[in-house]
C-alpha cells in the first residue's frame, strides 16, 4: 500500500470518526432517555406489585381480625368497615358479611347482600355465579320454587363451574315436587359424572339411599 493510500485511509477513518461523535453529541440523549424509562419502568412495575402484595396481605389481615370477635354481630360490624382492594376481594368479603349476618340471625339482610352481589356486572362471571347460588340457597329466598328451577337449570348447563352443584339443588327440587323417581335419576347421573367431588358423591348417594332408589354408579 502506497504513502498516499494509507493518508487516504486514515483520513477517511477520522471523517467517520468525527462523524459519529457529532451524531452522538445530537442524539446521544435518546439513548439516556432511553435507559431512564427501561430502569424507571422497570423499578415502576416493581414497586406496584410491591404495594398491591402489601395491600392483599393488609386486607387479609383485616378479614382474619374480624373473624375473630365471639360474637356474629360484631363480626358483621368490624367486616363492614373493611375497604377491600380489588372488586372480586369486596365479592369475598361480601359473602363472608352474609354467612355472618345469617348466624345473627339477619338471613334477610344475608339475602339481599348475596343479591346485589349477583347482579353485579363489574365482577367476573364465577364470583356472580357464586353469590348467586349461595342466595338461591337460602331459605330467606323470596323466589318461588319454579322460579328457583329455572335459576338452578342455567347454573346447570354445560362448562357451568357450578353445574354439578346446581344439578344437586334441581334433584332437591325434585323431590320437594314430589317427583322421587326424577330426583334419583338426576342423583345417579352426578354419581357418573367424571367431575364429581367426594362431598358430593356422598350426599348423592345417601339421598338416593334415603329415597328408596338404587345406585347405578360407584
Not at 424507571?40 to 382474619?64: H, K, W
Not at 348467586?132 to 322460579?147: F, G, I, M, Q, V
Amino acid at each position: 500500500m502506497s504513502d498516499t493510500d494509507s493518508f487516504i485511509d486514515e483520513v477517511t477513518e477520522e471523517v467517520r470518526r468525527d462523524r459519529l461523535f457529532r451524531l452522538m453529541r445530537r442524539y446521544g440523549w435518546i439513548a439516556i432517555v432511553a435507559v431512564l424509562l427501561l430502569v424507571g419502568g422497570t423499578a415502576y412495575r416493581e414497586y406496584a406489585r410491591s404495594a398491591e402484595a402489601a395491600r392483599a396481605q393488609a386486607f387479609g389481615d383485616a378479614v382474619l381480625a374480624a373473624l375473630e370477635n365471639d360474637d356474629a354481630t360484631d363480626r358483621v360490624a368490624a367486616m363492614t368497615g373493611i375497604d377491600a382492594p380489588t372488586p372480586e376481594g369486596a365479592a369475598m368479603l361480601d359473602m363472608l358479611i352474609a354467612a355472618e349476618q345469617s348466624a345473627a340471625d339477619n338471613g334477610a339482610e344475608a339475602a339481599q347482600r348475596l343479591n346485589d352481589t349477583a347482579t353485579n356486572g363489574a365482577l367476573p362471571e364465577i364470583y356472580r355465579q357464586i353469590a348467586s347460588y349461595k342466595a338461591l340457597t337460602r331459605p330467606e329466598s323470596p323466589l318461588a320454587a319454579d322460579e328457583r328451577r329455572v335459576a338452578f337449570e342455567a347454573m346447570a348447563a354445560p362448562g357451568a363451574p357450578l353445574r354439578l352443584l346446581a344439578e344437586e339443588q334441581l334433584a332437591l327440587l325434585d323431590i320437594e315436587a314430589g317427583e322421587t323417581d326424577a330426583a334419583v335419576t338426576r342423583l345417579n347421573a352426578i354419581l357418573g359424572d367424571a367431575e364429581l367431588t367426594a362431598g358430593l358423591r356422598r350426599r348423592a348417594s345417601q339421598l338416593i339411599v334415603a329415597l328408596g332408589g338404587e345406585l347405578n354408579a360407584s
